[in-house]
């Protein structure tokens, strides 16, 4: 054994001299480097856009001598559209090989996969990638378009079904389907073709001036129900002038006629519901109601057209969208006063010391019969009982002159002249006599557990001695102030967070007082107003609520203020800032002028803007008598809140104007009054109800006070923090049944 180990020995150690011998006579290897890189397998597949090849691509890297591993390759994909490539950089493994997942990008067609590595010539591997599914549906004609009713419109509509890469698909179902009744359509199922375009056959629509639509909608696979909306919007064949045109007037004036378009279809049937809108194109005036929509017999009428201050021509253009604009012209001439006639009533009644109902009103006109604007007319009593308010006045565009307002004294007949210079005077008589007694009833009831006053987590609390003294002296003063109202009516009510339930006449006003603890001092004072109205005119209130804050009436009766913060709130619910802007009719309820061209409760103006405004002639001529002195105020009487946040702005009086007023937004400080003037009296009678102004307390401002801040409460009043209610109110008629519930407006 020992010998054959030796042996063995001596061999291996032969056999390795002669394997470094031919190695370079016993030098270190060289190793081995790639000098070609093919691909060997994977290309020239075939797969949709986007989608990953079945087979991955195959690379090798070799030399003359066979594989060789470890060599780093790079995969690039085309720059557009050319998918990507993982991994992009790898090293061949021992057999020369790599293999690379290639996910085709969105370009259809041949795309290719680039394999470099160093120096070596690069390699490269290709496939064709497809159409993909079905997945997005674009509209390519127009998809609002203007077209006259009962005809085809001019942009077919049509769509291109595409893959997720915007690549045309065919084959795809398409359906065309109406939206808005009216439409006829032909050809209405389609297919894609090669390029992915479907097409509606014709689109032809109603006979209305509405919005027609169609929806065209993938009908199946994993993109159905992908779709998109055409719009044709109907309008006229034809718009003509039918009124209004080739006039003549007298300067700053309206014209007699004002202008009219009358818009048809193609067979001149009247084309109702075509917005139209006027606008001054010459010379100057201004078009009132500019946009107006025509009526049942097609025609669409501007409320009035007022020609430029400068004689000559003047124009308006009258723009219906589809057919050319209609040309209204008018010619201005200078107008020349000849006389004057009485617009309101000659005679009329009145309470002693009461604003009349109707200020006088003349019409002044040119020797043809023209009114004439900018006329000076003096109003002049023809004793000297009563009062005259802004005596002299200029004519308006209509023609028109009003006293700013007329006060009666004590005598039973008294009388007014208005005078035009070189024309016979007109006079206005009065007859006074003594207000009677008041018949007007106003209740005050209080709400207790017992009768559910427990909604929002309040729960009422009984009045204290002063607060219920509080609460009889104002609704005496309100009853002192109102003569009458509207007649009794029957209310059967269900209970709700306004009144509990009810089944009873009532003849006035009936209101609900609920004392709450609602937040700390000098946050929230609480709500008051209707909850139930008549559905005669004025809409006056038959049921109403005033909830209100007990932590803030105890700061307030501290304060020696109760008495007027009580006042203050009873005189929402008459109606006061609540029914200024109530309007039923889109509910159905027919509206009944309290007088001619009088309709109720449209009072405001210029809601939620930046001048506000009461209009009521009694009202306004009530302020005007209250500007101190002999100042003049340059506004638009009477001014409205304008400022202070919901439940203070659009239903007070202007702070900044009238300050000390009652019925503003605020309170002023102990010891300085807070009037309950004509100003606010009047308002009433403008709201319908028989009132006495003259026991309105004594009230006078600055008309230099127009748009001055400085609210009272920065003096040591307060804001009266009024939240605006949210429930509707109730329209009743004289059976007691409810016919409108109409939503609160508020800003």
């Given at each position: 054994?020992?010998?054959?180990?030796?042996?063995?020995?001596?061999?291996?150690?032969?056999?390795?001299g002669a394997v470094?011998?031919?190695?370079g006579?016993?030098?270190?290897?060289?190793?081995?480097?790639?000098?070609?890189?093919?691909?060997?397998?994977?290309?020239g597949?075939?797969a949709?856009?986007?989608?990953?090849?079945?087979?991955?691509?195959?690379?090798?890297?070799?030399?003359a001598?066979?594989?060789?591993?470890?060599?780093?390759?790079?995969?690039t994909?085309e720059?557009?559209g050319?998918?990507?490539?993982?991994?992009?950089?790898?090293?061949?493994?021992?057999?020369?090989?790599?293999?690379?997942?290639?996910?085709?990008?969105?370009?259809?067609?041949?795309?290719?996969?680039?394999?470099?590595?160093?120096?070596?010539?690069?390699?490269?591997?290709t496939?064709t990638?497809?159409?993909?599914?079905?997945?997005?549906?674009v509209?390519?004609?127009d998809?609002?378009?203007?077209?006259?009713?009962?005809?085809?419109v001019?942009?077919?509509?049509?769509?291109r079904?595409?893959?997720?890469?915007?690549?045309?698909?065919?084959?795809t179902?398409?359906t065309?389907?109406t939206?808005?009744?009216?439409?006829?359509?032909?050809g209405a199922q389609?297919?894609?073709?090669?390029?992915?375009?479907?097409t509606?056959?014709?689109?032809?629509?109603?006979p209305?001036a509405?919005?027609?639509?169609?929806?065209?909608?993938?009908?199946d696979?994993?993109?159905?129900?992908?779709?998109?909306?055409?719009?044709?919007?109907?309008v006229?064949a034809?718009?003509v002038?039918?009124?209004?045109t080739?006039?003549?007037?007298?300067?700053s004036?309206?014209?007699a006629?004002?202008?009219?378009?009358?818009?048809?279809?193609?067979?001149?049937?009247?084309?109702?519901?075509?917005?139209?809108?006027?606008?001054?194109?010459?010379?100057?005036?201004?078009?009132?109601g500019?946009?107006v929509?025509?009526d049942?017999?097609?025609?669409?009428?501007?409320?009035?057209?007022?020609?430029g201050?400068?004689?000559?021509a003047?124009?308006v253009?009258a723009t219906?969208q589809?057919v050319?604009?209609?040309i209204f012209t008018?010619?201005?001439v200078?107008?020349?006063?000849?006389?004057?006639?009485?617009?309101?009533p000659?005679?009329?009644?009145?309470?002693?010391?009461?604003?009349?109902?109707?200020p006088?009103?003349?019409?002044v006109?040119?020797?043809?019969g023209?009114?004439?604007?900018?006329?000076?007319?003096?109003?002049?009593?023809?004793q000297a009982?009563?009062?005259?308010?802004?005596?002299?006045?200029?004519s308006?565009v209509?023609?028109?002159?009003?006293?700013?307002?007329?006060r009666l004294?004590?005598?039973?007949?008294?009388?007014?002249?208005?005078?035009?210079?070189g024309?016979?005077?007109?006079d206005?008589?009065?007859?006074?006599?003594?207000p009677?007694?008041?018949?007007f009833?106003?209740e005050v009831?209080?709400?207790?557990n017992?009768?559910?006053?427990?909604?929002q987590?309040?729960?009422?609390l009984p009045?204290t001695?002063a607060?219920q003294?509080a609460?009889?002296q104002a609704?005496?003063?309100?009853?002192?102030?109102i003569?009458?109202g509207?007649?009794?009516?029957?209310v059967?009510?269900?209970?709700?967070?306004?009144?509990?339930a009810?089944?009873e006449t009532?003849?006035?006003?009936v209101?609900?007082?609920?004392?709450?603890?609602i937040?700390?001092?000098?946050?929230i004072?609480g709500s008051?107003g209707p909850?139930?109205?008549?559905?005669?005119?004025?809409f006056?209130?038959?049921v109403g609520?005033m909830?209100l804050?007990?932590?803030d009436?105890?700061?307030?009766?501290?304060?020696g203020q109760?008495?007027?913060?009580?006042?203050?709130?009873?005189g929402?619910?008459?109606?006061?800032?609540?029914?200024?802007?109530?309007?039923?009719s889109?509910?159905g309820?027919?509206?009944i002028?309290i007088g001619?061209d009088?309709?109720?409760?449209?009072l405001?103006i210029?809601?939620?803007t930046?001048?506000?405004?009461?209009?009521?002639?009694?009202?306004?001529a009530?302020f005007?008598?209250a500007?101190?002195?002999a100042?003049?105020?340059?506004?638009?009487?009477?001014p409205?809140?304008?400022?202070?946040?919901p439940g203070?702005r659009?239903?007070?009086?202007?702070?900044?104007i009238?300050?000390?007023?009652l019925?503003?937004?605020f309170?002023?400080?102990p010891?300085?009054p807070?009037?309950?003037s004509?100003i606010?009296?009047?308002?009433?009678?403008?709201?319908?109800?028989?009132?006495n102004?003259?026991?309105g307390?004594?009230?006078?401002?600055?008309?230099?006070?127009?748009g001055?801040?400085?609210?009272?409460?920065?003096?040591?009043?307060?804001q009266?923090?009024?939240?605006p209610?949210?429930?509707?109110?109730?329209?009743?008629?004289?059976?007691?049944?409810?016919?409108?519930r109409?939503?609160r407006?508020?800003?």
């Open positions: 054994m020992k010998r054959i180990a030796v042996r063995l020995f001596h061999f291996a150690a032969v056999a390795a470094l011998g031919a190695c006579k016993g030098g270190p290897t060289q190793p081995r480097v790639a000098t070609r890189l093919e691909v060997i397998a994977g290309s597949q075939s949709s856009a986007g989608t990953t090849l079945p087979v991955k691509i195959v690379v090798l890297t070799s030399d001598d066979g594989p060789v591993g470890n060599v780093t390759v790079v995969a994909t720059a557009q050319g998918g990507t490539a993982s991994p992009t950089t790898a090293a061949t493994g021992a057999n020369g090989q790599l293999e690379i997942t290639w996910t085709l990008g969105s370009k259809q067609g041949a795309q290719t996969l680039t394999l470099t590595s160093g120096t070596l010539t690069p390699a490269s591997a496939a990638a497809g159409t993909g599914a079905a997945s997005l549906l509209p390519v004609s998809q609002v378009q203007f077209t006259v009713v009962t005809q085809a001019t942009s077919v509509p049509s769509v079904v595409t893959d997720q890469f915007g690549n045309p698909v065919q084959g179902s398409v065309f389907e939206l808005v009744a009216g439409s006829v359509l032909t389609a297919v894609t073709a090669a390029t992915g375009l479907a509606l056959g014709s689109w032809t629509i109603g209305d509405v919005s027609y639509q169609v929806r065209a909608r993938i009908v696979g994993p993109a159905a129900g992908q779709a998109t909306v055409f719009e044709a919007h109907g006229p034809t718009a002038a039918v009124a209004g080739g006039e003549t007037g007298n300067v004036t309206a014209v006629i004002p202008p009219a378009v009358r818009a048809a279809r193609p067979d001149n049937s009247p084309l109702p519901g075509v917005p139209v809108t006027f606008s001054v194109t010459g010379g100057g005036g201004t078009i009132q500019p946009s929509v025509t049942v017999d097609g025609i669409a009428r501007a409320t009035g057209w007022i020609l201050a400068a004689p000559g003047n124009q253009t219906v589809g050319p604009p209609v008018a010619t201005g200078p107008g020349v006063a000849t006389s004057i006639a009485a617009v309101s000659t005679t009329q009644t009145g309470f002693f010391g009461n604003f009349v109902t109707t006088p009103i003349v019409l006109t040119d020797a043809v023209n009114p004439v604007a900018g006329a000076p007319v003096t109003f002049a009593l023809l009982d009563g009062q005259v308010v802004v005596p002299n006045q200029v308006d209509l023609g028109h002159a009003t006293v700013g307002g007329w004294g004590v005598g039973a007949s008294e009388g007014m002249r208005a005078t035009l210079a024309a016979p005077p007109v206005f008589t009065a007859n006074a006599s003594t009677p007694p008041s018949t009833k106003l009831r209080y709400r207790t017992a009768d559910g006053c427990t909604g987590q309040l729960n009422c009045p001695v607060q003294a609460f009889d609704a005496a003063r309100w009853k002192q102030i003569l009458s509207s007649a009794p009516y029957p059967n009510e269900a209970p709700s967070s306004c009144v509990p009810m089944n009532v003849d006035g006003l209101i609900f007082v609920s004392l709450v603890p937040d700390s001092v000098g946050n004072l008051s909850c139930i109205v008549r559905d005669d005119h004025g006056q209130p038959a609520q909830e804050d007990v932590a009436l105890d700061a307030i009766q501290a304060q109760l008495n007027d913060v009580i006042l203050h709130e009873m929402h619910v008459l109606g006061f800032g609540t029914m200024w802007d109530f309007d039923p889109e509910f309820v027919p509206i002028p001619p009088n309709p109720p409760n449209t405001l210029g809601r939620g930046a001048n506000p405004v009461f209009k009521g002639a009694s009202a306004r009530a005007f008598a500007i101190a002195g100042g003049t105020f340059t506004g638009i009487p009477v409205v809140e304008n400022q202070f946040g203070t659009d239903s007070h009086w202007r702070e900044s009238l300050r000390t007023e019925m503003t937004g309170i002023s400080p010891g300085t807070n009037p309950l004509a606010t009296i009047a308002s009433f009678r403008d709201l319908g109800y028989v009132v102004d003259a026991v307390d004594p009230f006078t401002f600055l008309a230099s006070l127009l001055a801040p400085a609210p009272s409460f920065q003096s040591g009043g307060f009266l923090n009024e939240q209610m949210t429930f509707p109110i109730i329209v009743i008629d004289r059976q007691g049944r409810t016919v409108a109409v939503p407006v508020f800003k």
